[in-house]
T-cell receptor
Framework: AQTVTQSQPEMSVQEAETVTLSCTYD???????LFWYKQPPSRQMILVIR??????QNATENRFSVNFQKAAKSFSLKISDSQLGDAAMYFC?????????????FGKGTKLSVIP | ETGVTQSPTHLIKTRGQQVTLRCSSQ?????VSWYQQALGQGPQFIFQ???????GRGNFPPRFSGLQFPNYSSELNVNALELDDSALYLC?????????????FGSGTRLTVV
């Protein structure tokens, strides 16, 4: 079974600084998707960024970028120029590709605090 | 886009009772998934419905069941509630290939079993 591990229960960052959240995963599959989701106090899961395993290029979305190391099964999220609105729980998630695969497997999350 | 709406937002039930949670999917989405998020944990996959049929299930007992309706709204039913069923229940709608086209999550129903 696939597992996703987030080893940092809590992180903090000064406003305007950069922070990196770690995620490792375990899978025997070669084709899959990885995601970072943000869950603010409103509880709604919001997609931050998505990476397809077959793509070597790291995904970026404005201030958010990932460092995807397929061989090491590592998928870290870098947030640049941190803003107060970035404060939330962040979840790393995995999904196997292909027909018959339906579920997202989430890590336990990292609580990010942004210090003004 | 109307997003995903879940009701109720909070609910308190007694152990042994039954509960029904509701989800209204985003317009055009034909697939709905349900997740259970215990306090301090990541969400865990319960099951998925596509065109009114369950087509995937996680490691949850049969007392967790669901329905999806032709208008793509859906329900999660839990029978014989246990204290460990206390959690946030999230609904996510998507097109069948959610990994390609994205999932839209609701804000969840917080269920407390006493």
């Amino acid at each position: 079974a696939q597992t996703v591990t987030q080893s940092q229960p809590e992180m903090s960052v000064q406003e305007a600084e950069t922070v990196t959240l770690s995620c490792t995963y375990d899978t025997s599959e070669s084709d899959y998707y990885l995601f970072w989701y943000k869950q603010p106090p409103s509880r709604q899961m919001i997609l931050v960024i998505r990476q397809e395993a077959y793509k070597q290029q790291n995904a970026t979305e404005n201030r958010f970028s990932v460092n995807f190391q397929k061989a090491a099964k590592s998928f870290s999220l870098k947030i640049s120029d941190s803003q107060l609105g970035d404060a939330a729980m962040y979840f790393c998630a995995y999904k196997r590709s292909g027909a018959g695969s339906y579920q997202l497997t989430f890590g336990k999350g990292t609580k990010l605090s942004v210090i003004p | 886009e109307t997003g995903v709406t879940q009701s109720p937002t909070h609910l308190i039930k007694t152990r042994g009772q039954q509960v029904t949670l509701r989800c209204s999917s985003q317009s055009g989405h034909n697939t709905v998934s349900w997740y259970q998020q215990a306090l301090g944990q990541g969400p865990q996959f319960i099951f998925q419905y596509y065109r009114e049929e369950e087509n995937g299930r996680g490691n949850f007992p049969p007392r967790f069941s669901g329905l999806q309706f032709p208008n793509y709204s859906s329900e999660l039913n839990v029978n014989a509630l246990e204290l460990d069923d206390s959690a946030l229940y999230l609904c996510a709608s998507s097109l069948l290939r959610g990994d390609l086209y994205g999932y839209t999550f609701g804000s969840g129903t917080r269920l407390t079993v006493v």
